[in-house]
Each structure stands twice: as C-alpha cells, then as structure tokens.
T-cell receptor, first 112, second 112 residues
Framework: DGGITQSPKYLFRKEGQNVTLSCEQN?????MYWYRQDPGQGLRLIYY???????QKGDIAEGYSVSREKKESFPLTVTSAQKNPTAFYLC???????????FGQGTRLTVV | QQQVKQSPQSLIVQKGGISIINCAYE??????FPWYQQFPGKGPALLIA?????SEKKEGRFTISFNKSAKQFSLHIMDSQPGDSATYFC???????????FGAGTQVVVTP
C-alpha cells in the first residue's frame, strides 16, 4: 500500500519543548516537502528536499529544522524558537517539477 | 505576501448548482496551476491542473479556465453535489521541483 505516512496524528507540546514530526514515504519520490496550514492562510512551505542529505528553506523556515538521511524519510523538528507552532502540518512528495504533489494525512500540533 | 490570491473565502451552493472559485497571480514565471481538494482532517489531493498553453481543461464536472493575459484562473464545479463539500486550494508553480504557492483556500458547502 503505497503512500505517505505522517505520525503522530495529534501532538501536544509544552512551552519550550522541541518536538519532531515524522514523515515516511514508499512512493520512491525524490522530493519531499513540509507545509504548514493555518485557517484562512492556505499552505505555506517550511522546508523542502530534492535529494538525500540536501534541503532548502521555504518561506517560513524560522524555528524549524529538518534532515534527509534517507530517501524515504523527512522528519521535521519544531523547536522552541518557533513562537506560534500550533498548526496543521502536512508532508508532501513529488517526482519533480510541474508534477502532482502527494500529501500525507497531516499532524495537528497544539501547544499546551 | 501571498503570491496567489483566492476568492471567495467561502461559498454555499445548492445541490445541482455551479460553484466558481477564482484565483489571481502576479509572478509570470508560474507555468503550472493545480487545484487541490481537502476534506476536514485530511491532506489535500490533486483535483485538476492546467498549464498556460491551454485556456480551458475539463475533467468530469470540474473545469479550469485560464486567462494568461489577466493572470487569472478559476475552477468551476458543475452540478455540485453534497460530496463536493470541502476546501479547495488553487496553487501556482514552476518547473522548480514542485514548489507550489497556494491560495488561502475556499470552503465550499453544498446544501441538499
């Protein structure tokens, strides 16, 4: 069953904590992305990676970090430097430019 | 600043009616314009996409109209059904490894 698996589905973070969101894919897609979704703002790109061991900042990278040690995995860490982390986080993959983006089911992060 | 402006923010349409969502962009480098459909708590899924060498693309009840000179494109949902109730996002991208700029989204409610 091919696809993108994001975990956990719900995550609660205390003030000052770092948390890591998991994204795993078995589509054999080269590129992976992290988007943040807030009500009324659409999806905004946090980080993206075209190949293993390489990644670039998106439009709102401050307070986030990523790694790409394996083609299948692209975890996102929300650090304590991110002042407003409560949001719905979506991981996506593509095979390249001008191609369909496949999305995971998302992780809803809430600061408590 | 949002590179893709989407309107309306929400709309209610009766079953069998036509839903129309509009998007406008500024960056003339964009050459790929997809529409995504998202149900609550799920990731977006590609609905239909168009490239600027055509002015219209139809897939079933969904049609994209594209006006290159006006830098505008729109989604028409014909014969709207309650199952079409979802949030719709327009997006724009280039051949740059699938990076997309999303509109803010339109929540569509189809009443029985």
């Amino acid at each position: 069953d091919g696809g993108i698996t994001q975990s956990p589905k719900y995550l609660f973070r205390k003030e000052g904590q770092n948390v890591t969101l998991s994204c795993e894919q078995n589509l054999n897609h080269d590129a992976m992305y992290w988007y943040r979704q807030d009500p009324g703002q659409g999806l905004r790109l946090i980080y993206y990676s075209q190949i293993v061991n390489d990644f670039q900042k998106g439009d709102i990278a401050e307070g986030y970090s990523v790694s790409r040690e394996k083609k299948e995995s692209f975890p996102l860490t929300v650090t304590s430097a991110q002042k407003n982390p409560t949001a719905f986080y979506l991981c996506a993959t593509t095979t390249g430019g001008r191609t369909e983006a496949f999305f995971g089911q998302g992780t809803r992060l809430t600061v408590v | 600043q949002q590179q893709v402006k989407q309107s309306p923010q929400s709309l209610i349409v009766q079953k069998g009616g036509i839903s129309i969502i509009n998007c406008a962009y500024e960056n003339t480098a964009f050459d790929y314009f997809p529409w995504y459909q998202q149900f609550p708590g799920k990731g977006p899924a590609l609905l239909i996409a168009i490239r600027p060498d055509v002015s219209e693309k139809k897939e079933g009840r969904f049609t994209i109209s594209f006006n290159k000179s006006a830098k505008q494109f729109s989604l028409h949902i014909m014969d709207s059904q309650p199952g079409d109730s979802a949030t719709y996002f327009c997006a724009a991208g280039t051949d740059s490894w699938g990076k997309l700029q999303f509109g803010a989204g339109t929540q569509v409610v189809v009443t029985p």
